[in-house]
């Protein structure tokens, strides 16, 4: 678990660096802690659904992040109790996901982009 732990931090962080676009794939991949720049874009397309290149440029632009999503549990990640059911009604209300709900070891996790650019994770936590 510990592993697992620091690997959703890795990913989280990178995620946050690569939208800020201060920082090139290569300078996210050794700023987060992994040495292989092959195995840090597997990872992070496995986790993210996109590589990191891909992310990157589909950060740039989006729909506004409703009020609905509330409780922050990180950087760039909101917590809900129904992922399902908020990924539908928030579609039908033009917010644009990047990715559908998702299982991953943490939860089921959506990605979500607003009107700045940001992407955030909607993110329904393993009971």
Not at 32 to 53: T, W
Not at 94 to 105: D, L, N
Request: net charge positive; hydrophobic share 35%.
């Amino acid at each position: 678990m510990p592993h697992e732990f620091l690997t959703r931090l890795r990913i989280e962080r990178a995620k946050t660096l690569l939208a800020s676009g201060s920082h090139n794939v290569t300078e996210v991949c050794f700023e987060v802690g992994v040495s292989s720049l092959g195995s840090f874009s597997a990872l992070f397309a496995n986790r993210v659904g996109l590589s990191p290149s891909e992310y990157r440029r589909h950060v740039r632009s989006g729909v506004a992040v409703p009020r609905e999503i509330r409780g922050a549990l990180g950087i760039g990640v909101f917590e809900t109790n129904d992922i399902n059911g908020d990924y539908e009604r928030l579609g039908k209300r033009g917010v644009e996901f990047m990715s559908p709900p998702r299982e991953q070891f943490y939860g089921t996790e959506a990605i979500v982009k607003d009107n700045s650019g940001n992407w955030f994770g909607l993110t329904q936590p393993k009971k």
